[in-house]
């Protein structure tokens, strides 16, 4: 079975400043997609990065990136001058790749981040 | 392009009684997939719904049903409400085969 843990409940930042949050997965498989997702209070989930397990290269969507570590199964997101907007509870995901694939997204717990002034 | 919508946006039931949730996916997208999410939890995976077929399942009981019509638009039906059952409900439509979704507002529910 597969798990994705995320052990910081809560994390605060300056704004302008750098944050990294951690994610942990679990799979015996050696074929998926990691994601981070962030929901902002009482608003949709929107994607805000994704890495492919086959990809070496770490993901970066503008002020995003990961540091993704397929041996160590970590996972992690830094955002860089960090924003007000950026206050929101931030969820690392995991979905198996090709036939295995049954549309099934798992979460971790969540961290919510908030952005200080 | 239209994206995921949900309604209703809030709905109060009481224990044991019925309810569907409806949603419309994204413009051409072809397959729906249903989360529970409870307060300050992540989404749990209900099913996925391609082709008007169940695709995939969650570990939820078969109390928690759903549908997709021709129009890829798609509904989740439970019955027997339980206490348990208040959470956010989310829907998420995506291409068959690709392992992006996109999530819609979601349902919040409340069971008293």
């Known amino acids: 079975a597969q798990t994705v843990t995320q052990s910081q409940p809560e994390m605060s930042v300056q704004e302008a400043e750098t944050v990294t949050l951690s994610c942990t997965y679990d799979t015996s498989e050696s074929n998926y997609y990691l994601f981070w997702y962030k929901q902002p209070p009482s608003r949709q989930m929107i994607l805000v990065i994704r890495q492919e397990a086959y990809k070496q290269q770490n993901a970066t969507e503008n002020r995003f990136s990961v540091n993704f570590q397929k041996a160590a199964k970590s996972f992690s997101l830094k955002i860089s001058d960090s924003q007000l907007g950026d206050t929101a509870m931030y969820f690392c995901a995991f979905i198996l790749h090709g036939s295995s694939n049954t549309g099934k997204l798992i979460f971790g717990q969540g961290t919510t981040l908030q952005v200080k002034p | 392009e239209t994206g995921v919508t949900q309604s209703p946006t809030h709905l109060i039931k009481t224990r044991g009684q019925q309810v569907t949730l409806r949603c419309s996916s994204q413009s051409g997208h072809n397959t729906v997939s249903w989360y529970q999410q409870a307060l300050g939890q992540g989404p749990q995976f209900i099913f996925q719904y391609y082709r008007e077929e169940e695709n995939g399942r969650g570990n939820f009981p078969p109390r928690f049903s759903g549908l997709q019509f021709p129009n890829y638009s798609s509904e989740l039906n439970v019955n027997a409400l339980e206490l348990d059952d208040s959470a956010l409900y989310l829907c998420?439509?995506?291409?068959?085969?690709?392992?992006?979704?996109?999530f819609g507002p979601g349902t919040r529910l409340t069971v008293l």
């Open positions: 998420a439509s995506s291409l068959v085969g690709s392992n992006e979704q996109f």
